[in-house]
């Protein structure tokens, strides 16, 4: 069954995923190829205990972590070992590792266990860019053997870039992003994908149009190499030469009007329409699918196209194969997998990022977590709600808020970083229209995993008059008390023109009520959150009416 699962997706793979079990892998993990080339390579110094690498961080250390990683890679006796034992020396000559050292020793052992789970029919396609892709490719070449390398894939993402207005007046534009492209043997899957021909090729070389509106081209059929090719060799309206085709096929087809002679005298050509070509085979150079549009920007700024992942995804795996994604971030390789009919297995290390791919599927497709798909890591019941509670409160908030159908709000660095004041009092937004105007209403959503009171009502309120929303929602942990409840019966109703119906304007939920089905009482008409990006076009003083993603989120 179609699954998400939260956590470390080394643990993950080791835990649940089956050897030669999956058909295609895509991973685009996060890496800070912002920073200044030659700090990557800098030793770090620091007695950092552990940490785990989020999609928030966006770069990788060397701490205790990395080091016991190095430690097991180098003790398996395969050539994987040897190869980071000489990343070390040629990168950090045996001192304290640095960052893409760290970075590299990561990714060895979880692209050892992605070989592991793939099936021998199968493929990986990693995404990268030109910072540390030279290394990741002796990585994937020492894992997946370099006889199963396939292509180095250029996708151009912009059409131009320069950093010389901040100083930087030595490198080019950087405008592309590498895909390195293995298969585990030669028997892999591949299906033939082709993109449509430009307007200017049409144009120039399929420039004559019969009576049915029909473009064609005049095509050479003249058998290449002649007779030592084995073309034959025949007289055909009046012309000598060797076709490509016997005479009976050649007889055929003029007799179709497929074979056309301009003049008395001239060289037949073969009469080849527009619509009957499939386009041209895909290339390694993608320059015809841009950066995320609009109706699918997240707010993710490495956020990838979906028409990216159709066309690795249908090019390299077939309906009903398993498609693994173990650093899935807001879900548009398992939004593609799923738009083709494949099944497909999403792995992310933020509640905000799984609860993002809940509301993807949601949106696109109406699936719902628990139904139409497995989510294994996150809490399954009260006792599970209140551990991650106590654990973590922001990873609290994002594993509740998608249950509701509201996406988180405000900075999520500034909140990861313990900064207060970042959300104005507003952890979730929903957005709706409920009347002809087509103007977005907006319902707040607070979020407290802790102890409760009447003051935090009264909070609510004002928000909700401060944002000028219809409606505020406080989703508690706890029960509310007598005093919480009657404080929010007195804020009354909106009123729904488009429905004619009242509701209630500050509305309590608990995680337990959720979690037995029940939901906030808003109009029927829900916006999708893709359609309420575009649908509210001002902002508030806190800096947004949506999740402010940081700059350096992964796709």
Same mark, same amino acid.
């Given at each position: ?30 890496? +800070?190829?912002?920073?200044?080339? +030659? ?6 110094? !620091?007695? /950092?205990? /552990? ?78 860019? @030109? ?14 053997? !370099?006889?199963?390398?396939? +292509? ?72 290449? !190499? ?66 995320? @549009? ?10 990838? @196209? ?110 990861? /970083? ?79 023109? !488009? ?25 029927? +008409? ?28 992964? /796709?």
């Amino acid at each position: 069954m179609n699954t998400l699962y939260y956590g470390d997706n080394l643990n993950i793979l080791r835990e649940y995923i089956k050897d030669e079990s999956v058909d295609l892998i895509y991973l685009d993990p996060p890496f +800070n190829s912002n920073r200044n080339y +030659n700090v990557l390579f800098k030793n770090e110094t !620091g007695t /950092e205990s /552990e940490s785990q690498i989020t999609a928030f961080e966006d770069t990788w250390h060397w701490n205790l972590q990395a080091e016991q990683t190095y430690n097991e890679l180098i003790t398996e006796p395969d050539q994987v070992g040897r190869m980071v034992e000489a990343f070390r020396g040629f990168i950090s000559g045996q001192n304290k590792g640095n960052q893409m050292l760290a970075y590299l020793v990561m990714m060895a052992i979880r692209l050892k266990e992605l070989h592991r789970v793939l099936k021998p029919t199968g493929s990986l396609y990693l995404h990268c860019d @030109p910072t540390a892709s030279h290394y990741l490719k002796i990585l994937l070449d020492t894992i997946f053997g !370099g006889k199963n390398f396939q +292509n180095e894939i250029v996708w151009k993402r912009t059409t131009a870039h320069s950093d010389r207005a901040q100083g930087n007046v030595l490198h080019y534009g950087r405008i592309h992003d590498i895909i390195l492209y293995f298969t585990k043997s030669s028997n892999a899957t591949r299906n033939d994908v082709f993109t449509p021909y430009s307007k200017e090729y049409i144009e120039n070389s399929y420039r004559h149009v019969d009576e049915n509106g029909r473009r064609y081209q005049l095509d050479n059929i003249t058998g290449p !190499g002649g007779a030592a090719k084995g073309n034959p060799e025949y007289e055909f309206l009046g012309v000598t030469r060797y076709w490509r085709y016997s005479r009976t096929r050649m007889q055929e087809l003029y007799d179709q009007g497929l074979i056309v002679q301009t003049n008395p005298g001239t060289v037949p050509r073969f009469k080849r329409y527009l619509d009957e070509n499939k386009g041209v085979p895909i290339q390694d150079l993608i320059d015809d699918i841009k950066p995320a @549009p609009q109706n699918e920007s997240l707010g993710y700024p490495t956020q990838k @196209p979906v028409a990216l992942l159709e066309r690795i995804i249908s090019a390299s795996s077939n309906e009903g194969d398993v498609v693994l994604d173990p650093f899935c971030g807001c879900g548009t390789t398992i939004e593609a997998a799923q738009k083709l009919g494949r099944e497909w297995i999403g792995i992310d290390i933020t509640h905000l990022s799984v609860g993002l791919q809940k509301l993807r599927l949601k949106d696109s497709f109406d699936l719902v977590a628990g139904k139409d798909y497995k989510v294994i890591g996150q809490p399954e019941d009260l006792g599970g709600a209140r551990e991650l509670a106590a654990k973590d409160k922001y990873g609290f908030q994002w594993w509740i808020l998608p249950l509701i159908g509201a996406k988180a709000f405000g900075s999520e660095a500034g909140k990861k /970083e313990g900064k207060k004041g970042a959300d104005g009092g507003i952890d979730g937004m929903i957005v709706f229209t409920d009347d002809n105007s087509d103007k977005a209403k907006k319902v707040v959503v607070s979020v407290k995993g802790g102890g409760v009171n009447v003051a935090q009502i009264r909070d609510l309120g004002h928000v909700v008059e401060r944002e000028k929303a219809a409606i505020g929602i406080f989703l508690t942990l706890e029960n509310p008390t007598k005093p919480m409840i009657e404080e929010a019966v007195g804020k009354g109703f909106y009123h729904s023109d !488009g429905w004619n119906k009242d509701y209630p304007r500050l509305q309590i939920l608990t995680v337990e009520d959720i979690l037995n089905g029940k939901q906030p009482e808003l109009p029927p +008409n829900i916006q999708t959150f893709k359609q309420a990006a575009k649908s509210i076009a001002t902002k508030s003083d806190q800096g947004g009416l949506f999740a402010e993603m940081p700059e350096n989120i992964d /796709e």
